[in-house]
């Protein structure tokens, strides 16, 4: 591939993950933010802009890592000055700003990738396989849980009306997990408790998911207190068979992503082998360059936000919400540009 110029917006924990991937794939790096520029800059060999303007003038691909209010303005700045973008989960805190930058980008023959990393674990990646191939037979009961401590390094998490809460901001993950795993879904409803422990907001979520084909998938998050350690887990049954992994079951050999950088994000270590940031990363650049399209699509990313706003929608009326995924996915891909089978993402 040729050597892609990429820009860095933002600095917190997530872009420690994210500069060397793209430094292993030949990748002259720029950065912008607020906040740890020049860390980041002096860790992984990158040039600091002043300003997003200034960095846009100097990259074809921005990465975007900011909070997710962020992210439909500076991922929109990025289409309209021709870059390809791949911009952290949740593509935007409403529905309606994550299908607009998909608009945006087909009309500016751009890509938009979504930072859905689950699905690049290699755990979750083989349960995919596996249920495709056939081996649990047909998907009926799907449990999946993700759980840690509460952000607390930035305090915008605990306000809903930016972050989407645990359902947005943590949960999105797995409602795109189980979408991926047993298709379309007709309706979502989600239960939450929230506390308060010496100034510290807990939560805890449970969202259900009735799929077109008549699967139901229970997804269950938690925002805990300090000490509590990262761990997720899926249990996939069906007529045929059960899939089932747990973070803290011990494995054979993990591989060490080394600290989290102070301030920074937990991240679950992936056993050993290649990072899944650098696999999600490599499918994006190599999607720009002509090859296949990768694994999550920005209609997926959509769709995933549409999820986690019904659910939303669900814990403030204490109702099952109606939803029409595969109408969602029709619309979204009737309204692109008719030659756009590249540019979108979504191919």
Request: charged share 20%; glycine share 12%; with cysteine.
């Amino acid at each position: 591939m040729p050597a892609l110029k990429v820009g860095l917006v933002g600095a917190g924990g997530i872009a420690h993950a994210h500069a060397p991937a793209w430094r292993s794939l030949g990748a002259e790096l720029h950065v912008f933010s607020l906040a740890g520029a020049d860390e980041l800059a002096a860790t992984y060999g990158a040039r600091k802009s002043a300003s997003l303007d200034e960095l846009l003038r100097l990259v074809s691909v921005v990465d975007v890592m900011t909070p997710t209010p962020t992210h439909h303005d500076i991922a929109s700045r990025a289409l309209a000055a021709g870059a390809h973008v791949f911009c952290e989960k949740p593509l935007a805190r409403k529905t309606s700003d994550a299908a607009d930058l998909l608009r945006r980008a087909s009309a500016a023959g751009r890509h938009l990738f979504p930072g859905h990393v689950v699905r690049y674990f290699p755990e979750y990646a083989a349960m995919h396989a596996a249920v495709r191939a056939g081996a649990i037979g047909r998907p009926a009961v799907l449990r999946f849980s993700r759980g840690g401590a509460f952000p607390w390094w930035s305090p915008w998490f605990s306000d809903t009306g930016q972050s989407g809460g645990l359902v947005m901001d943590q949960m999105i993950h797995d409602l795109d997990i189980a979408r991926w795993v047993a298709g379309e879904v007709v309706e979502v409803y989600a239960t939450q408790n929230t506390a308060d422990r010496d100034g510290q907001p807990l939560q805890t979520a449970h969202v259900v998911l009735t799929h077109a084909g008549g699967a139901i998938s229970h997804v269950r998050g938690l925002w805990g207190p300090p000490h509590v350690t990262f761990r997720t887990s899926f249990h996939v049954a069906g007529d045929g068979g059960v899939l089932h992994f747990d973070s803290a079951d011990p494995p054979g050999v993990r591989l060490d992503l080394g600290p989290v950088p102070a301030g920074g994000e937990e991240r679950p270590a992936p056993v050993a082998g290649e990072s899944p940031y650098l696999t999600e990363i490599r499918e994006f650049a190599e999607a720009i360059a002509g090859g296949p399209a990768a694994r999550v699509t920005a209609a997926d990313g959509v769709v995933a936000v549409e999820l986690a706003e019904a659910a939303l929608e669900s814990l403030g009326s204490g109702e099952a919400v109606p939803i029409d995924t595969a109408a969602r996915l029709r619309d979204l891909l009737g309204a692109l540009e008719p030659d756009m089978s590249v540019g979108s993402g979504v191919a």
